[in-house]
T-cell receptor
């Protein structure tokens, strides 16, 4: 079935190292959204990308939407302990029989050590 | 502005009991979503409503689960009878336009003993 997959599933880094998570869809997406969930918390919306090849930045976070609109990445420069959490991508996948629904990826759990 | 409000925050009950989870979406949001999150299965969409009408309930695991939205400011998710495998965090989310960014509540951590 149609899925949104993320890699890696887990990432353990030292504070100050960079981090990247990749999101791949089996189908073309009209948009891609990224969320962050802190341990014990709830998913919080970070950003939405709509255009092919779009790149957006939020301080140390860089988000990119692939040219074919089937993949996306989130890159964090010089990680800090405040970056700890699980990062989810989400995109509207087409349903069998018509329509679509926002489908969340499998998530990448980031741990940052001092 | 108040965000999505869920209650209770925690629920511990014995198997076989009825469980009712509650959600108040953000005012003006026409879409309401119920999710379940577990380590094994990640974040799963159970059901969503548009203008109080259930649109897609294909994610509801079985007949023990039911959801209602009697008005624009309130929704419930019921499990009857509950089973230990229903233990999870249940999130409610709302948005003003389909497939647009969703606002999540703090979730209900449900433990069925």
């Amino acid at each position: 079935g149609q899925q949104v997959m993320q890699i890696p599933q887990y990432q353990h880094v030292q504070e100050g190292e960079d981090f990247t998570t990749y999101c791949n869809s089996s189908t073309t997406l009209s948009n891609i959204q990224w969320y962050k969930q802190r341990p014990g918390g709830h998913p919080v919306f970070l950003i939405q990308l709509v255009k092919s090849g779009e790149v957006k930045k939020q301080k140390r976070l860089t988000f990119q939407f692939g040219e074919a609109k089937k993949n996306s990445s989130l890159h964090i420069t010089a990680t800090q302990t405040t970056d700890v959490g699980t990062y989810f991508c989400a995109g509207p996948l087409i349903l069998t029989g018509g329509g679509n629904k926002l489908t969340f990826g499998t998530g990448t759990q980031l741990k940052v050590e001092l | 502005d108040a965000g999505v409000i869920q209650s209770p925050r925690h629920e511990v009950t014995e198997m076989g009991q009825e469980v009712t989870l509650r959600c108040k979406p953000i005012s003006g949001h026409d879409y309401l979503f119920w999710y379940r999150q577990t380590m094994m299965r990640g974040l799963e969409l159970l059901i969503y409503f548009n203008n109080n009408v259930p649109i897609d309930d294909s994610g509801m695991p079985e007949d023990r689960f039911s959801a209602k939205m009697p008005n624009a400011s309130f929704s419930t998710l019921k499990i009857q009878p509950s089973e230990p495998r229903d233990s999870a965090v249940y999130f409610c989310a709302s948005t003003d336009s389909f497939n647009q960014p969703q606002h999540f509540g703090d979730g209900t951590r449900l433990s069925i003993l």
